[in-house]
């Protein structure tokens, strides 16, 4: 994996489309500059995730970004996407990366909120690490905010690239500019967006 495909990092929020088409909104977060794309769908039956898995992987490669899927170890594979993304709640990153081998090509992700999360998530095998939640945020209504200080402490602390995640906005990603971060992992800040390709163009251009 390439650090730079961690830059702009969609992960996917139906609940703040705002009544558009979801696969129109992706389209026009890839052409804004979205370098990578995880699909989360905490609720939909398998079958239609599998569906919605596969033909935004066909976007996606048109694109020459990689998709992530989120949690489910069966739909990536099935999908063929690019990786998966596990929390600290999901399947373990030891038991993630022993299944998705590194001969395999794919990418591996771990949500990791402490120095000692973040170091044993690089032990197990993950390419990258997800941190947060920076600011306060609707998708996880559960998680305590993440210092600019502790996150700072966690990329410091390990080898593999950090994207801080939670509540991130075109507003106030400049906060989190000059911690050593790979990239900007994003939610309803872009697919809530009024303009999607002008808000994704503008986080796109910011230099971390």
Not at 119 to 140: L, V
Not at 187 to 192: A, E, F, K, N, Y
Request: glycine share 10%; net charge positive; aromatic share 4%.
């Amino acid at each position: 994996m390439d650090r730079k495909q961690l830059k702009l990092y969609l992960v996917t929020d139906t609940h703040a489309l705002r009544g558009r088409d979801f696969f129109d909104v992706v389209e026009a977060a890839l052409m804004g500059g979205v370098t990578m794309v995880q699909l989360r769908e905490k609720t939909l039956p398998t079958a239609d995730f599998l569906k919605k898995a596969n033909a935004l992987r066909t976007m996606t490669e048109r694109y020459g970004v990689p998709l992530i899927i989120n949690d489910r170890l069966d739909i990536a594979f099935d999908s063929k996407a690019c990786g998966l993304h596990v929390g600290q709640k999901d399947i373990s990153a030891s038991d993630s990366r022993r299944i998705l081998r590194k001969d395999t090509g794919k990418i591996l992700g771990v949500t990791a909120n402490t120095i000692a999360q973040a170091q044993a998530a690089e032990a197990a095998g993950a390419d990258y690490i997800g941190a947060g939640a920076m600011f306060a945020t609707q998708t996880k209504g559960d998680t305590t905010p993440l210092s600019k200080e502790a996150l700072k402490a966690i990329v410091e602390s390990i080898s593999i690239p950090v994207v801080a995640i939670g509540g991130i906005n075109v507003q106030n990603a400049k906060e989190l500019t000059g911690l050593g971060l790979a990239g900007l992992a994003i939610s309803s800040g872009i697919m809530g967006a009024e303009n999607v390709y002008e808000t994704a163009k503008a986080l796109a251009a910011l230099k971390l």
